[in-house]
């Protein structure tokens, strides 16, 4: 489990609602961001697709003060609540939150850096494959792409999850999304050629991995 050290405390109570705040102490608790900060450069320009409240953009931008981050996400609200969370840690210079529609692709060669955290299975494979294809093209050569999904192994943390996401954006509605769909490894693979993957699920229920590459 990621160490839940000064710099998530702080991303915690910045948020305005209860609700907010126990989305982001989960989130923090259940997936290894810790781990995927890690494989960020520690300086420049990093976009965040899908960045929900922003538990993950703002914590890049604390643990590396030279780092710019743009978070993007569909959900308005909570895009909204990130806004503010931003502001109360005092980061507004070099993090900006912003809602896009679900059309939205990022600009070519804009970034040092573009990580999407768990969204991808969300799209489907047609719209994911689309979204891949821009992220790479958004990092500047020399950038990094990183792909942070549910991997295939091992099978019972895999199935874990699964059914976790399924009552998220199905019964709950947490999650909004167009499609719901883990991406079969080997289609990241495709999509990433060259990519290093890292299992991340020492620790955790979940089969997490992320797939890294360089433009
Ligand atoms: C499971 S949450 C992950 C949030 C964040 N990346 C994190 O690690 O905490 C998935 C997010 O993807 C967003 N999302 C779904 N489809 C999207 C799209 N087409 N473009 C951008 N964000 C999208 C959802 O609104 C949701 O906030």
């Given at each position: 489990?990621?160490?839940?050290?000064?710099d998530?405390?702080?991303?915690v109570?910045?948020?305005?609602?209860?609700?907010?705040?126990?989305?982001?102490?989960?989130?923090?608790?259940s997936?290894?961001?810790?781990?995927?900060?890690?494989?960020?450069?520690?300086?420049g320009?990093?976009?965040?697709v899908g960045?929900?409240?922003g538990v993950?953009s703002?914590?890049?931008?604390?643990?590396?003060?030279?780092r710019?981050?743009?978070?993007?996400?569909?959900?308005?609200?909570?895009?909204e609540?990130?806004?503010?969370?931003?502001?109360?840690?005092g980061?507004?210079g070099?993090?900006?939150?912003?809602e896009?529609?679900?059309?939205?692709?990022p600009?070519a060669?804009g970034?040092?850096?573009?990580v999407?955290?768990d969204?991808?299975?969300l799209?489907?494979?047609?719209?994911?494959?689309?979204?891949i294809?821009a992220?790479?093209?958004?990092v500047?050569?020399g950038?990094?792409?990183?792909?942070?999904?549910?991997?295939?192994?091992?099978?019972?943390k895999?199935?874990?999850?699964?059914w976790q996401?399924?009552?998220?954006?199905?019964?709950?509605?947490?999650t909004?999304?167009?499609?719901l769909?883990?991406?079969?490894?080997?289609f990241?693979?495709?999509?990433?050629?060259?990519?290093?993957c890292?299992?991340?699920?020492?620790?955790?229920?979940?089969?997490?991995a992320?797939?890294?590459v360089r433009?």
């Amino acid at each position: 489990m990621s160490r839940f050290d000064r710099d998530a405390r702080a991303i915690v109570t910045a948020y305005a609602t209860p609700a907010a705040r126990a989305h982001a102490a989960i989130r923090w608790a259940s997936a290894p961001l810790e781990r995927i900060e890690s494989l960020l450069p520690r300086g420049g320009s990093v976009l965040d697709v899908g960045c929900g409240h922003g538990v993950f953009s703002l914590y890049a931008a604390l643990r590396g003060s030279s780092r710019v981050v743009t978070g993007v996400d569909i959900d308005g609200a909570k895009i909204e609540l990130g806004r503010r969370a931003v502001e109360r840690l005092g980061i507004a210079g070099r993090v900006t939150l912003t809602e896009v529609t679900a059309a939205w692709l990022p600009p070519a060669d804009g970034f040092d850096a573009a990580v999407v955290n768990d969204v991808l299975y969300l799209l489907g494979r047609d719209r994911a494959r689309v979204m891949i294809d821009a992220m790479i093209a958004a990092v500047r050569p020399g950038g990094v792409v990183i792909v942070k999904e549910i991997g295939e192994r091992p099978r019972w943390k895999h199935r874990v999850n699964e059914w976790q996401e399924l009552i998220a954006t199905r019964v709950t509605h947490i999650t909004a999304g167009d499609a719901l769909e883990v991406l079969p490894e080997d289609f990241i693979e495709r999509a990433l050629p060259g990519a290093v993957c890292h299992r991340l699920d020492r620790g955790y229920p979940h089969a997490h991995a992320a797939w890294v590459v360089r433009r």
